[in-house]
Structure formats: C-alpha cells, structure tokens
C-alpha cells in the first residue's frame, strides 16, 4: 500500500516544539520596548490566542490596545485519543509580578470528568529566528529577532510590563472520555489570589482518533542526534552521545516524536554524512588492511528509538553524503580519511565490503528488511552507479532519496521517494514522501516570526 509522509529535513532539539534544558538559549541583543501603559489597566490581565500565532519578544497582545479582542473562553470539539492545543497570553500594564502559579481543574461533565493531569501547560522559551521568511540566497542581509517558539517545562513566574508571557496549553483526550460538554477553569494567581482565569467550555464527541501504533500516515522528521548534546549539558561538559547520559536526556524528545506519529530512525552510517565527526558506525582498518565495522552506537541508538516507539523504519545515510570521503582509523589508532569518488573501483570495493558487513549485521538483529540505504540530494549520474553498486550486493536492499530532478528509471528503482514539495514525480514508491528547504520562501523550515 502507498505511503504518503509529511518529511521536514531538519529536525533538531526544539522541533516539534520540546526542550529538555534552556541553557544556551539565546536572549542578547534585544532592548526591551517601550510599552504604551493605559492608566486604566491596573491588574494582570489575559487572553486566550490561537495556536498559530508565534510572538517575538516583547510582541503585544492585540487586546493590549483593543480591550474588547480578550478572550478568556475557549470552546472546542474533542475527539477522544486526541489532542488539542490552545495559547494564552498574559500581560500587565502597569507593574511587575515574580511569584506567579497556575492552577488547573478538572473537566467536569455532570457525573463524568477528565483528569487535570491530562491538560499540560508550557511555556515558550526563545530561540533566534528571522523576521520574516526568506529563500537560500536572501540570507545574508538577514535581521534576527527573538522569537517564542521552543516549549519548556518550566513554569515562568515573573511577567514584566514589557514582555507577556505566553503559555501553549496542551490537552489531551482520554480514550474512554465519555462524549459531553465539560468546563473547567486555569486560574493565574499572585499571592495565592487569583489575578486572572480562564474558562474552558469542550464538547467531547463519539469519535475516536486511533492509537499512534496504528496510524498508516508516514512521518519522517530527520533526526540530527549529535547536534542535541551540545543543547543539554552534564557538569558543564557535553554529554557523550548513546551514553546513558545521553539517552537520559533525550528521551522526552524522542517519546514526543513517537507520540506525533514518527515512524522513522535517522542514523548515519559513516562520518561526514552530514558533519564531520558524526558516525554511528565506527570504520577502522586491521594490520592486514581489512576493513572493521563497529555497530555498537548504531545498536545503541536504533534499539531506544525502537524502545521508545519508532520503529517502522531505519533510514541509513549515506553512501554519498555531503562528502564522499571516508573517515577512519588505521591499525596503529591513527585518524585518516579515505577520498572516494563515486562509480570508480576503489569506491565499489569500499562500499561492497562495508554492505556485505553491514547486511549481515542487520539480518542477525533482524532489522535488513526495515533497513533504507538513504541518499541526499545526489546528482543524476552518481545515483545510477550508487544504485547499480547496491543491487549487485543484493536485490533485496531498499534505496531512498531526498531530492528531484533525476529519470523515471532512478524514481522507479526507489523504496521510499523523498521530493521538494511540489515536484511532480514520476514514479509511484512504496513509500512518497516531501520536504522542504531554504530554496522554498513557503513554507520554510526557518523560524520566522
């Protein structure tokens, strides 16, 4: 069956809106605007805000200016196994308050309520985005701003005249909700006094939402795994990725991603797929110059994605990445690169070893058959001879690509079909996938204001 996925190509911490730790987080450069204050607005005051409104520091709530725009009723439709998600802002006009807490009830319809422990408040923490969105080449007379976009867990308790708070409210429907109108409350008090709440009016309906295991929709946000440990810090220090360390603090980012639906592994299977330094297969040479593979992060990794719900598939980049080089380590430890040139005979050797292994490896653990030989926007020529290269080491091998632009024969030879949104394939894969980069103003996979 035909496959389709919504894929983005960047995927780093503060994707899909967690943070594990805000150390880091950028917050120079910015002067605290001067904030129009009505000498009549003399108490915290609050509003509830749409989910697709993302605030840059020190933005106003339009109900600021135009007391009539706040909102503090939500109304909704719930279906149960789901969720919903709505913003609140919250501002002052005329002083400052550094104790503030929050409150939330349960949902209550008449004998049947839900939990307060299903609704999650977070709080936005800011990032460096661009002011508005832009293609490749426009970047370099880019202007940053502050903008409120990674969610953390830490509650804020201090709101400024200058800057409102935002809160992203989070709710998630129990299965055996029982339908009905339930109303509940979120109160923000100071001083243990209640300064503002907000009503919640939800109609809960006889409709189920599945459970994430069984959703046929493909999502592959690329994961960058080595990026993540210089976000989170153990002592200072970058903790030392697939140690228990690391897998501690990147839990809660991957059970998020699992919970959204994500089907998809990303490992790299040499260094300088992407970065250098960056390889969950370690390559080294013997004294009598065979090739050694060492799949110990690669296990490490693939068994707690797969542990923690993703495991659909494995996506293994990549036999041309952004280099084609080879890094290693000689019998004596040293550290030497290998300069490979796709198609020629020292690069068939090379790899044909590193796949005989490589397969092997996969049977025994019996993940070959969710294995995917991925490539990255790889020229038209290169591709054919990678392709070529894979099937004589075995038919059975899956071969994807992010991409476009290449023959009928090359798209028809792919497993999983990854193209620039809007690019009119040619093919029908077993899996069809999009994504989007800076060549494209909208949508864009910068944060923009």
């Known amino acids: 069956m035909k496959k389709f996925l919504l894929s983005s190509i960047f995927l780093f911490s503060l994707a899909y809106g967690v943070i594990a730790c805000t150390e880091g987080l950028p917050t120079d450069n910015w002067e605290e605007p001067v ?43 719930l279906w149960q196994n789901d969720r ?36 999650r408040l977070r709080f936005p923490s800011y990032i460096k985005g661009d002011d508005q969105a832009l293609d490749c080449g426009n970047y370099e007379s880019r202007t940053t701003t502050l903008i409120a976009d990674a969610l953390s867990q830490v509650p804020v308790t201090t709101l400024t005249t200058q800057d409102p708070v935002k809160i992203w409210v989070t709710i998630n429907t129990p299965a055996d909700a029982v339908p009905g109108i339930y109303t509940g409350t979120i109160q923000v008090k100071s001083a243990n ?49 697939f140690s228990d360390e690391y897998f501690a603090m990147m839990k809660p980012f991957y059970q998020l991603l699992a919970d959204a639906g994500q089907k998809v592994i990303t490992t790299y299977i040499k260094d300088g797929a992407f970065n250098s330094g960056q390889t969950m297969v370690k390559w080294s040479k ?34 041309a990445g952004w280099k084609t080089s080879v890094g290693y380590k000689d019998a004596s430890g040293t550290d030497r690169t290998l300069e490979l040139t796709i198609g020629t005979e020292e690069y068939n050797t090379v790899w044909s070893a590193f796949l005989t292994s490589f397969k092997t490896h996969l049977q025994e653990k019996g993940w070959f058959d969710k294995t995917v030989l991925y490539m990255d926007e790889i020229k038209e020529d290169g591709m054919k001879s990678i392709i070529a290269l894979i099937k004589e080491n075995d038919a059975n091998w899956k071969i ?18 990854s193209t620039i949104l809007g690019y009119e394939r040619q093919s029908d894969n077993a899996v069809s996938t999009f994504y989007t980069s800076c060549s494209q103003q909208y949508p864009n996979n910068y944060v923009t204001a």
Not at 107 to 119: H, M, P, Q, R, Y
């Open 35 to 77: 904030v129009p204050v009505d000498p009549a607005v003399t108490t915290l005051r609050g509003s509830f805000e749409s989910k697709f409104v993302r605030y840059s520091k020190g933005q106003q709530h339009e109900a600021q200016t135009e007391e009539a725009k706040i909102v503090t009723l939500w109304k909704d439709t």
């Open 84 to 119: 919903t998600h709505k913003q609140i802002v919250l501002w002052s006009g005329d002083k400052k308050y550094d104790d503030l807490t929050y409150e939330v009830s349960d949902l209550v319809s008449d004998a049947n309520s839900i939990s307060a422990s299903n609704i």
């Open 193 to 241: 006094e209640v300064k503002q709440k907000f009503n919640l009016e939800l109609l809960v309906v006889d409709h189920q939402l599945p459970a994430v295991a069984d959703w046929s929709f493909h999502l592959d946000l690329w994961q960058f795994p080595f990026q993540l440990t210089t976000l989170c810090r153990d002592n200072g220090e970058n903790v030392v990725p």
């Open 286 to 319: 013997n004294s009598s110059d065979e090739w050694i593979f060492d799949y110990t992060d690669f296990d490490k990794y693939v068994g707690k994605m797969m542990e923690w719900g993703i495991n659909k598939q494995i996506s293994c980049f990549s036999l």
């Open 400 to 417: 994807g690509l992010s991409g476009g632009n290449v023959d009928s024969g090359i798209e028809n030879s792919l497993y999983d079909y």
